[in-house]
Each structure stands twice: as C-alpha cells, then as structure tokens.
C-alpha cells in the first residue's frame, strides 16, 4: 500500500534555534519512518519581509545543511528549495482567486508581522502560498508547531473549498503538533515564543551553539521571582520553559525533574538543564561539521528536478479542474 504523504517547510533566514527543533524538526525526523516526506526551504516566505539580499543565498545553503544535520535524510525524503519548483505560485495563485481578504487580515502572523510597517500583498498572501506547498503534493499530514495552527486551518478550508466548486483533488491535511515542545517560549521573556526574528540572541539557543554559548545563554535564562523548581506556567513561566526544554532533551517526565531539583536553588537546576541541551545537541554539531556544502547543494538541485517532474504531474490535473487545459 501507498505511503501516506508528509510535506513541510522552514524559513532559511535566522538561525535554526531549538524552539524549530523540538517544535517542528524533530518530528519531521521520525516521520521519515513511516511516511512518504516532502521538506522544503521556503524562500519565497522568507522575502516576505525585509531580508538581507548579499546574505539569503548563503543562509538557505546553511539552513538546508542544518535541517540534513538534525537528520533530514535525502536518501528517504525530497528536500529542496521552494523557489526551483514553480509550481508552488502557480498554485498559490489558483487558491488565491478562492481566498477572502478578510480570513487573511485577521491571521495572527500577519497581524504581529504587519505592524508598524507598510501592509504587502507578499505578507497578506503569505498562508496562500502555504497552503499551495502542503496541497501541491496532495500532503496528508503537515509537522509544524503551534503558531502554524491557524495557517493549517486555512489550508484546510482550501481543500475543501476547491474540492467542492471543482471536484475531489486534494486530501484535507492534519497538522502534527507535538504534545510537548509545540511553543518553546523566549529565554528573556517567557511569555514570548522563542524567534528567530528576535534581536536579543541571548533568547534562543540555536542548534549549533558551542557547550559555552549555551551554558551562558541558559545561566542568563530568566526565572522567576521565589525559589522552588515547579512547572507552573502562570506563576513561573521561565522556570517551566527550562523544565519543558530540559525534559524534552533528556527524555526525562517533568515531574521527576520537579522532585529532583524542586528544593535546589536556580543555579544548579540551570546547570543540568544546560547540559542536557548540549548532550541533546552534540551530535546535530558534529553531523554538520562532517557536512560538505558543496555536496548539500549538488543534492538540493538533484531533489529540486524530482520534485519539479512530481509537482508537474499534479498540477497538470489541477489546471484540467480549473478550466485551464484542453
Ligand atoms: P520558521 O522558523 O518560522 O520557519 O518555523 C519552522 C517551524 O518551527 C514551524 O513549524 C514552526 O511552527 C516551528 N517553530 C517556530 N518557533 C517555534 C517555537 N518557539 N516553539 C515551537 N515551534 C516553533
Ligand atoms: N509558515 C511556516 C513557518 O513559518 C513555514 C512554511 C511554509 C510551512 N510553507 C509550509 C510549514 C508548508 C508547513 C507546510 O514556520
């Protein structure tokens, strides 16, 4: 029997930080087991603000090594970037002419995004797009983490809306969110997920931080007022992001971390959390040193002409759905 299919995506500008990893990353991994997997660098969501243009071919070539080095594997799953295959526009566009303007005013993305700056169409237009990535390929299931719920829901309401006005094409996809680890919050406020867009790096622990970049980010973490180790994300959301983060690295359930370290001070409960991290993180570092870009590249362009020859094949039927053939 056919596998069921998976596909997501990540921006390659900002470093991949752990809120990636254990939010998204992690499950893209494991599902490689059991799914048919498509996992894309979505560029063309990355020019959807500001960037830096000498910097972004180089951050994608960096972003496609870290994904391969959290163990993407190429040799099980089509790993390319968005911008080789056109068929995610075209696509984009077809959905775009069935989408409200008003659904996409009032995404929280676009809201948070769209503030103090100019509205574009490319920000607006951003979860059309998105929804082209995932129903291009007919994805059943979509790995993401929390703040992609809303976005999810829109792709599934395309589904539905195109299946309806022109006949049963795509699968109505579920996101996989990952019970733990769905919002890992910002070091320096907690009550803020962690970002790659945020300008204090001492936020975010990136996966490829050295032992002594991690030791220092998480000793700076802040806790909150009063002693005592408990997760208790109204009282003491800093304290329950470390337990979250260290559990998530150490496999450890969050009550035994609460009895062990419930009665020690901070210090040494962030000296474990500390290194957990980077027991957890150790091998990605290693995996990417032993990376040769020049290698990642000649794959990314492999995987980018299979995907093409796939994405066409689809989108030929959507364009006989739509009138747009024969
Ligand atoms: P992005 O960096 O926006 O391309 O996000 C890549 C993936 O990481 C998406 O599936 C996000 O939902 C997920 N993600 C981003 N930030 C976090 C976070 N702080 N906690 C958990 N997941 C996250
Ligand atoms: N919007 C996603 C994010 O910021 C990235 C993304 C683009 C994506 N296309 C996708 C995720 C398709 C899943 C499926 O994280």
């Not at 893209?28 to 243009?53: F, G, N, S």
């Not at 003491?236 to 359930?253: A, C, D, Q, R």
């Not at 009895?259 to 962030?270: A, C, L, M």
């Not at 474990?272 to 570092?285: F, K, Q, S, T, Y």
Request: net charge negative.
């Amino acid at each position: 029997m056919d596998r069921k299919r998976v596909f997501s995506g990540l921006q390659p500008t900002g470093n991949v930080h752990i809120g990636n990893y254990l939010g998204a990353l992690r499950n893209w991994v494991r599902l490689q087991e059991d799914y048919d997997c498509i996992y894309c660098i979505v560029d063309l969501h990355a020019m959807t603000v500001d960037y830096d243009v000498a910097a972004f071919a180089e951050e994608r070539r960096n972003a496609a090594r870290v994904l391969i080095a959290c163990g993407v594997d190429p040799a099980r799953s089509l790993f390319y970037y968005q911008s080789e295959v056109p068929q995610h526009t075209e696509l984009a566009w077809i959905l775009g002419t069935m989408t409200g303007v008003g659904q996409l005013s009032r995404m929280t993305q676009y809201k948070d995004k769209a503030k103090g700056s100019e509205a574009r169409l490319g920000l607006l237009a951003y979860p059309v797009l998105m929804a082209a990535d995932i129903l291009l390929y007919r994805a059943h299931a979509v790995p993401v983490g929390d703040d992609q719920k809303q976005h999810l829901e829109l792709t599934r309401d395309l589904a539905i809306r195109f299946n309806s006005r022109f006949g049963d094409e795509f699968p109505v996809p579920d996101p996989i969110i990952p019970e733990h680890g769905d919002r890992i919050m910002s070091l320096q406020s907690p009550t803020a997920k962690m970002s790659k867009s945020d300008p204090d790096e001492a936020s975010r622990i990136l996966v490829l931080d050295p032992p002594d970049v991690i030791r220092s980010k998480v000793k700076r973490a802040v806790t909150d007022s009063g002693s005592g180790v408990r997760h208790d994300w109204e009282e003491k959301p800093g304290v329950s992001n470390l337990l979250e983060i260290m559990s998530l690295f150490s496999g450890t359930p969050i009550p035994a971390l609460e009895s062990e370290f419930g009665s020690s001070g901070y210090g040494k409960f962030k000296e474990a959390v500390a290194e957990a991290v980077i027991v957890g993180l150790a091998p990605i570092r290693a995996a990417y040193e032993a990376l040769d870009d020049a290698a990642v590249e000649a794959g990314m362009r492999r995987h980018a002409a299979v995907a093409r020859d796939k994405a066409e094949e689809y989108q030929q039927r959507v364009r006989v759905r739509v009138g747009l053939a024969g």
